[in-house]
């Protein structure tokens, strides 16, 4: 089965978009979208890195609930000091140094920060040591690496077991 899907999850998606941009379900577009779900997997899979595998799903559940939490409480964060008279920020650039050299580990670290309210990932060195990220307000450069390395980098690194 793996052959002839190497990406299941990539199948049914190429699968549901064919549908959706087409508004069809008639039996010829089924087919079609099949044909293309199956076919385009196969012919890019050797430009593809091997993807590591979840090891710990719970884990990531966990995950994604912390990053939700945050993300609204970062919002809530920006929200007042951008409204705050008094409050001015401290933008500051921070080189987070990297425990994971997995590129879809360092991936996902960098879209969450990203995600994150006050926060952008701006760069990855070349030999996946450090990241680069902007801070909108940046009180504590030591307390932030500590914050990111136990809420984001960790988890994902036992979520992967990289």
């Known amino acids: 089965m793996s052959r002839l899907l190497p990406t299941p999850t990539l199948s049914l998606v190429l699968l549901v978009v064919w549908l959706l941009m087409v ?4 039996p010829g577009q089924l087919v079609l979208g099949a044909f293309l779900a199956v076919t385009i997997p196969l012919l ?3 430009f593809w890195d091997p993807l590591p595998r979840v090891r710990h799903p719970l884990k ?3 995950f994604v609930l912390v990053v939700l ?6 919002n809530v964060q920006v929200s007042l000091l951008i409204l705050s008279p008094r409050r001015e920020p401290h933008p ?3 080189e987070y140094p ?5 590129p879809l580990v360092i991936t996902l670290l960098a879209n969450t920060i990203t995600m994150t309210p006050g926060t952008v990932s701006t760069n990855v060195r070349l030999d ?7 801070v909108l307000d940046m009180e504590d450069e030591e307390a932030l690496v500590r914050e990111i390395r136990e809420r984001y980098e960790r988890p994902l690194k036992e979520i992967f077991e990289c």
């Open 23 to 26: 508004r069809s379900l008639e």
């Open 44 to 46: 890019t899979r050797r």
């Open 60 to 62: 990531l559940v966990r």
């Open 69 to 74: 939490y945050d993300i609204v409480k970062a």
């Open 92 to 94: 500051g650039f921070l």
């Open 98 to 102: 990297l425990e994971v050299k997995e």
């Open 128 to 134: 996946r040591s450090s990241l680069l990220i902007h």
